[in-house]
């Protein structure tokens, strides 16, 4: 849909023709009324959906109906909050609504001087935020509106106690929050500080971007040792092994897990419970290695991973390429190895030799069968 279209404010429907915004984007489609109506949203999003108009433009519209006077936004870094504030002054071109943005690792005196003048959108990553509450240059009760920008990398970053301070002291009509995430420590912070609000997912826009591929020869009965080697490397980080079979899915599984790897899995076989706790516990990390198969895994929500290893190959490009696009998103670099059967190993496969050879065999068997497409 056009924003020329939209019931939006003329003055920044004229800033979005400058910057040459012509549609909007599925989450400011399905945000912007929410917002601008006074409701609460959560949305699940990543960088690069256009979440920041998706709030900076009703929020803008709001100061300038008079139903809002101060919004703060809170973000993890330096870099975000800049972003974010340039695109709202951007908008805000032909208003007079100000932006600024506070953060730490520069002076503070300057930005002292700045907040003694009126800013109506203030951009702020936690730890700045809170030092300007104890000094009593930020007053947090002005803000009638807060937005928790990345609120899941905020978490990753350690930034938790900062963020329960803040919402322990601001006392806003409306908290809405945007996150890739919203499980775990993400919820416990929903469910304690937004009771009401409307969530909104996205389909996911952006597949893994920045992947580092690397593809090596392993004979069949290195790669175990191959894997541990890789789990080693990865120094805890969430590891997402592909297998091509349930019951391999589960030896890998016990085998890690006796060698002390905090190793879950999720196949066919399990019990839908079973393969949520697995999820669950991969997504908080308190297990950091999960084996899947393709077929457990799809559809599921498992991204942000450091490094996706595909121990046996996937059977096609497609799949491959759904597999590594779980890593290397949301601006992160990610790893995907795949380890590529011996000379050796692809015969005895093709002759039907093994665990493969069988798994092989049975899929061609299955193949054949399919009607073909023309
Ligand atoms: P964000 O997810 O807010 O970081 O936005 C990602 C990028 O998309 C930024 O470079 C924005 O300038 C751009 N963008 C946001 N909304 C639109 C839109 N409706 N049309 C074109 N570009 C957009």
Redesign the pocket.
């Known amino acids: 849909m056009k924003f020329e279209e939209m019931d939006i404010d003329d003055s920044i429907k004229k800033a979005l023709k400058d910057m040459k ?5 599925e989450v ?1 489609l399905r945000t912007m009324p929410d917002i601008n109506y006074g409701k609460n949203v959560v949305v699940r999003s990543q ?7 998706a709030f900076g433009i009703p929020l803008s519209e709001r100061i300038i109906s008079g139903k809002s006077k101060y919004v703060l936004i809170i973000g993890p870094t330096r870099e975000l909050m800049v972003q974010v504030k340039n ?1 709202i002054k951007e908008l805000n071109k032909y208003t007079n609504i100000s932006a600024y943005a506070v953060y730490g690792g520069h002076g503070i005196v300057g930005e002292i001087r700045v907040l003694k003048g009126s800013v109506q959108i203030l951009c702020a990553t936690p730890g700045r935020l809170w030092d300007h509450i104890e000094r009593k240059t930020i007053n947090p009760l002005d803000f009638d509106t807060v937005v928790l920008d990345e609120a899941d990398r905020m978490l990753d970053m350690g930034f938790i106690n900062e963020i329960k301070k803040i919402l322990g002291v601001v006392k806003p009509k409306n908290i809405h929050m945007f996150s890739a995430t919203l499980d775990g420590r993400v919820a416990k912070l929903i469910n304690k500080y937004i009771t009401k609000y409307e969530e909104v997912i996205l389909k996911d826009e952006i597949v893994g971007v920045d992947i580092i591929e690397k593809k090596i020869t392993v004979p069949k009965e290195e790669k175990f040792t191959e894997l541990v080697a890789h789990l080693k490397k990865a120094k805890g980080k969430r590891v997402l092994v592909f297998v091509s079979t349930k019951r391999y899915a589960d030896k890998l599984k016990e085998k890690l897990s006796r060698m002390d790897f905090r190793a879950t899995c999720i196949h066919g076989d399990l019990t839908q419970r079973k393969r949520e706790v697995a999820l669950e516990n991969f997504k908080s990390k308190k297990k950091n290695v999960l084996i899947a198969t393709d077929v457990a895994a799809r559809g599921l929500q498992i991204d942000n991973v450091g490094y996706v290893i595909n121990y046996d190959e996937a059977m096609d490009a497609d799949t491959h390429r759904h597999r590594i696009g779980r890593t290397g998103r949301m601006g992160k670099m990610g790893y995907a190895i795949t380890f590529l059967d011996s000379y050796d190993d692809r015969r005895s496969r093709k002759r039907g030799v093994g665990r493969e050879g069988r798994e092989h065999k049975r899929r061609r068997r299955y193949e054949s069968r399919r009607p073909r497409r023309r």
């Open positions: 915004y012509e549609n909007a984007t400011q960088t690069g959906s256009g979440k920041t108009s695109e």
